[in-house]
């Protein structure tokens, strides 16, 4: 009979390749942002974006959002996203086609995508408007390794608006009610 006060036996490690490739996974996940950002060129920024105001994001369905840029700020315009930098501070906003999901959904999985671009993001109970009355919809914080910001998810009936807000900290960065000011959609008919 065994003696119930001895320890437990230890049994073999049976899974040590597939834990060692998890670990090598999950380690190398954070990097590729990282390491696609050294080898790509630099980034083309505008040098005045006053010339391109405002920039028309135009999503795969063909809805468009008009996005005002703010002063002084460099800009890449992309088709459906836009980036904007000044004074270390960078502001991304991507438009979506919501294509009858739920916003909160999208939200959600956006915020996953962002993750794994580094930067993670977490609802913070705020709701927000975009200039006019068409959008409006939750707001949330967001970090990465060396900076912090605001961001938030705007939508109406036909597309999702995901706002990104991020500033070092040796700088101050608009708050994200400005830039949802600068975000608007004509009514579709």
């Known amino acids: 009979m065994a003696d119930p006060t ?63 840029v703010m002063d002084g700020w460099q800009i890449i315009d992309s088709g459906s996203s836009v980036v904007m930098h000044a004074d270390g501070s960078v502001v991304m906003i991507q438009a979506y086609d919501r294509m009858d999901r739920d916003p909160a959904a999208v939200a959600q999985r956006l915020m996953r995508a962002n993750r794994l671009e580094g930067v993670s993001a977490a609802l913070d109970g705020g709701v927000i408007s975009g200039n006019g009355a068409t959008l409006s919809g939750d707001t949330c914080v967001a970090v990465t390794t060396d900076t912090t910001g605001t961001c938030a998810f705007l939508y109406d009936d036909d597309v999702v608006v995901s706002v990104i807000a991020l500033t070092g900290p040796e700088s101050q960065g608009p708050d994200i009610e400005t830039i949802a000011g600068l975000i608007s959609r004509e009514t579709q008919q």
Do not use: H, M
Request: charged share 25%.
């Open 6 to 68: 001895a320890p437990p036996r230890r049994r073999r490690l049976t899974q040590k390749p597939a834990a060692f490739a998890l670990g090598l996974g999950i380690l190398a996940v954070p990097l590729i942002p990282v390491t696609a950002n050294a080898v790509l060129p630099d980034r083309d920024w505008s040098a005045d974006a006053e010339e391109v105001t405002p920039v028309e994001l135009t999503t795969d369905g063909g809805e468009q959002v008009a996005v005002d």
